[in-house]
């Protein structure tokens, strides 16, 4: 794996902001100005949606995973400008977006399984899963079929989502590990001779599986989400997926053919200020798309409860212990299965069936030996009791007749006299 070539003119600018006459307006300040005002309304907007919905902290689970949703524009828009405008560090800054996003995508399951969960009366998910029926996959995976009330059907699904949350980071990771050996080489695309496209294809294959998961539990759960905004909720998080990555991939593709370097500028750095700076603009329109995809209305307290300190939801925010909580989860459960031992601590065969909890069915207390028929492994109710020297039929009784009520009242057996005990 040979060293790249650098990303970044040996010639740096070295004129002032701020000149004689004023600002020195060129290209590059110009814009600067615009993303800057840009970052700034964004942060405004969302700081409106995160004040409202940290004042009206009345649901814990489901606001938490909100917050989180929420911070997406802000840190995107922030970090673009940062990339703007230190672009010869463009790298390391690009990095830490994609790292939120993968927080973004778990923090949206989450949110969804809570509200499958509230649409139930035990206020579980399972129970609204246990009405499914099996089901073909998605594309393009529809030769399989899948049924949700399996046990693992969850767990595959969380941790399909929050695999991202680890392999990402760990991407990043190593890409700085190999930006700082000059081995990752961005610019040169998906050459085999350097890191990037290994790394690319790592990442590929991860955010695939995570979108995968979310689309599935969606549309498994459509019915249970209705009134919820689902699609808007997720069109949010989704868009500006979408736009950062394919209009990355159109600025790189312009490089030497539209864009061409000057100066203080390669192709690279053009391209990647582009992207930034496009980043910036957009991220506005999203922050207010997510004002009313996620309103803090259906939260509003109760009259007269007073309004939750504004510290206590941002920690909750930023707190991912249900993150890590969900993958040891979901990983201790497959390392149970593949051990084949019982998913929890209690076993099937310590749950009592019916004649061991009534005392039927060859179950039986200390004074009454009771024994099982012979081939009859499974015992019913419908069958006979037998007890030592007797038995009786605890079969449905024949239908009840006019007859019967002129009939005195049955003798209860007394069990010292007919057991002589």
């Given at each position: 794996m040979g060293?790249?070539?650098?990303?970044?003119?040996?010639?740096?600018?070295?004129?002032?902001?701020?000149?004689?006459?004023?600002?020195?307006?060129?290209?590059?300040?110009?814009g600067l100005a615009v993303a800057g005002s840009c970052t700034l309304v964004t942060i405004i907007i969302s700081s409106i949606s995160i004040?409202?919905?940290?004042?009206?902290?009345?649901?814990?689970?489901?606001?938490?995973?909100?917050?989180?949703?929420?911070?997406?524009?802000?840190?995107?828009?922030?970090?673009?400008?940062?990339?703007?405008?230190?672009?010869?560090?463009?790298?390391?800054?690009?990095?830490?977006?994609?790292?939120?996003?993968?927080?973004t995508l778990s923090a949206f399951l989450l949110l969804l399984i809570e509200f499958v969960a509230d649409s139930t009366v035990v206020k579980d998910p399972k129970a609204a899963l246990a009405r499914k029926e099996k089901r073909r996959l998605?594309?393009?995976?529809?030769?399989?079929?899948?049924r949700p009330t399996k046990a693992y059907f969850m767990y595959a699904v969380k941790w399909a989502v929050l695999q991202y949350v680890i392999v990402r980071p760990a991407v990043?990771?190593?890409?700085?590990?190999?930006?700082?050996?000059?081995?990752?080489?961005?610019?040169?695309?998906?050459?085999p001779k350097y890191a990037n496209v290994y790394l690319s294809a790592i990442d590929f294959v991860s955010i695939s599986v995570a979108l995968y998961g979310l689309l599935l539990f969606y549309s498994l759960t459509k019915e249970e989400?209705?009134?919820?905004?689902?699609?808007?909720?997720?069109?949010?998080?989704?868009?500006?997926?979408?736009?950062?990555?394919?209009?990355?991939?159109?600025?790189?593709?312009?490089?030497?053919?539209?864009?061409?370097?000057?100066?203080?500028?390669?192709?690279?750095?053009?391209?990647?200020?582009?992207?930034a700076f496009a980043i910036c603009i957009e991220m506005i329109f999203f922050s207010a798309f997510m004002l009313w995809a996620y309103p803090w209305k259906e939260y509003k307290r109760k009259p007269g409860t007073p309004a939750t300190r504004i510290w206590r939801p941002l920690l909750d925010?930023?707190?991912?212990?249900?993150?890590?909580?969900?993958?040891?989860?979901?990983?201790?459960?497959?390392?149970?299965?593949?051990?084949?031992?019982?998913?929890?601590?209690?076993?099937?065969?310590?749950?009592?069936?019916?004649?061991?909890?009534?005392?039927v069915g060859g179950y039986a207390n200390d004074r009454l030996p009771i024994r099982r028929e012979r081939g009859s492994p499974n015992p019913s109710v419908s069958g006979e009791l037998h007890v030592i020297g007797s038995s009786f039929d605890l079969s449905s009784p024949p239908p009840y007749?006019?007859?019967?009520?002129?009939?005195?009242?049955?003798?209860h057996p007394d069990l010292k006299k007919d057991f002589a005990l």
């Open positions: 060293n790249c070539p650098s990303d970044n003119t040996n010639a740096i600018d070295q004129s002032s902001f701020w000149g004689p006459n004023g600002v020195n307006w060129d290209t590059h300040r110009i004040l409202l919905h940290a004042r009206s902290y009345t649901n814990p689970r489901q606001q938490r995973q909100i917050l989180r949703i929420l911070f997406m524009p802000p840190i995107y828009s922030f970090i673009s400008f940062l990339s703007y405008r230190f672009f010869r560090a463009y790298t390391y800054y690009s990095l830490i977006q994609v790292v939120y996003e993968a927080i998605m594309l393009p995976l529809c030769c399989w079929r899948y990043s990771i190593a890409s700085i590990i190999c930006e700082a050996f000059n081995v990752l080489c961005p610019s040169e695309g998906f050459s989400l209705k009134g919820r905004r689902p699609l808007a909720k997720f069109l949010a998080i989704k868009l500006i997926v979408f736009f950062t990555f394919y209009q990355s991939f159109v600025f790189s593709a312009l490089n030497g053919k539209v864009i061409h370097a000057t100066e203080y500028w390669t192709v690279t750095n053009i391209s990647n200020g582009l992207n925010c930023f707190n991912y212990s249900d993150f890590v909580l969900e993958i040891v989860g979901s990983v201790q459960y497959y390392f149970n299965r593949s051990s084949l031992k019982p998913p929890t601590a209690r076993g099937p065969t310590d749950v009592p069936d019916f004649g061991e909890t009534f005392g007749t006019t007859s019967d009520a002129m009939q005195p009242p049955p003798r």
